[in-house]
């Protein structure tokens, strides 16, 4: 699974997830100021899953026409500490029974429900 971690995940995240393996970008560090339909455009190009904090996302796919293959990780906020989202996706991307491709994920405390696209 190849990542993109938009610029409001935290670092601290990003680095739990490269620590384990995963291929990932984040657009903080290599694309800095890059616009959500950029973000888009990047992750549909290189076929990367997006993991976002931003609901705009959900607009740019069903509003705006962008489909990116791997999906898109919506989380809404909650309060964490930097770490807690990498170490909580470490253990959403162990169960099989969730698939990312052609849907938006959405997370929040309590409930992961998707919509296909």
Do not use: C
């Not at 601290?12 to 984040?26: E, H, M, P, Q, T």
């Not at 996706?89 to 429900?113: G, P």
């Amino acid at each position: 699974m190849k990542l993109l971690a938009n610029e409001n995940i935290p670092l601290a995240s990003v680095k739990i997830l490269r620590d384990k393996g995963y291929n990932i970008v984040a657009i903080g560090q290599e694309f800095a100021g890059y616009l959500d339909s950029e973000v888009m455009e990047l992750a549909i190009k290189q076929g990367r899953t997006i993991i976002t904090f931003d609901s705009d996302y959900g607009e740019l796919i069903f509003r705006k026409g962008y489909k990116p293959e791997a999906g898109v990780i919506y989380i809404r906020r909650i309060s964490h500490s930097p770490q807690e989202v990498g170490k909580y996706l470490l253990k959403l991307f162990k169960r099989k029974s969730i698939i990312y491709e052609n849907a938006l994920t959405v997370i929040s405390k309590d409930n992961i429900r998707q919509r296909k696209y």
